[in-house]
T-cell receptor
């Protein structure tokens, strides 16, 4: 059973360039999350989708960040234009939940390491 | 304003001894707490959880203790093994909401052989 699949694993890009991170959640999971990990702030929730619909994007730092989930098996996180302070590890995670998390667990992908120079 | 705080960024423990990782929270609405473990170049994986109706939950070498009055939880690993070396994230939520899951900044545990 494949886990959450993210691509690319590593991305180095120049400031001002567009970056697109991709995620395939676990089949059957109806909730998807994008997190960002930094040394200073740990794991921060950027956006949460439920049944492909963005429910909470309050964690998206700026208008330069956007996320889509066109279907149940694919999501993208886009940064345009990218800046050096966007350098971080971006995790996608998914869970099957109809309400309470108890008894379920969120599964994380291996992360996309982004460096903006 | 971090609602879940892990004040120790790192901890080193000798193999065979007890590792104690601490976590404090500020939101009294939190009623479900989790610990995740993360190895380098991998995503976090679920380790153990506890509901606020309990004060202790044990799973093998791992035990989580919850002190609601102090808004404090801890993860005990006994005995510690070199393979336990990882970053440990504390997380909390309320009403079991996955959406409201809030993570701490993590503690790097190093178990020395």
């Amino acid at each position: 059973d494949a886990g959450v699949i993210q691509s690319p694993r590593h991305e180095v890009t120049e400031m001002g360039q567009e970056v697109t991170l991709r995620c395939k959640p676990i089949s059957g999971h109806n909730s998807l999350f994008w997190y960002r990990q930094t040394m200073m702030r740990g794991l921060e929730l950027l956006i949460y989708f439920n049944n492909n619909v963005p429910i909470d994007d309050s964690g998206m730092p700026e208008d330069r960040f956007s996320a889509k989930m066109p279907n149940a098996s694919f999501s993208t996180l886009k940064i345009q234009p990218s800046e050096p302070r966007d350098s971080a590890v971006y995790f996608c995670a998914s869970v099957r939940t109809t309400g309470r998390l108890s008894g379920n667990t969120i599964y994380f992908g291996e992360g996309s390491w982004l460096t903006v120079v | 304003d971090q609602q879940v705080k892990q004040n120790s960024p790192s901890l080193s423990v000798q193999e065979g001894r007890i590792s104690i990782l601490n976590c404090d929270y500020t939101n009294s609405m939190f009623d479900y707490f989790l610990w995740y473990k993360k190895y380098p170049a991998e995503g976090p994986t679920f380790l153990i959880s506890i509901s606020s109706i309990k004060d202790k939950n044990e799973d093998g070498r791992f035990t989580v203790f919850l002190n609601k009055s102090a808004k404090h939880l801890s993860l005990h690993i006994v005995p510690s093994q070199p393979g336990d070396s990882a970053v440990y994230f504390c997380a909390a939520t309320f009403s079991g909401s996955a959406r409201q899951l809030t993570f701490g900044s993590g503690t790097q545990l190093t178990v020395l052989p």
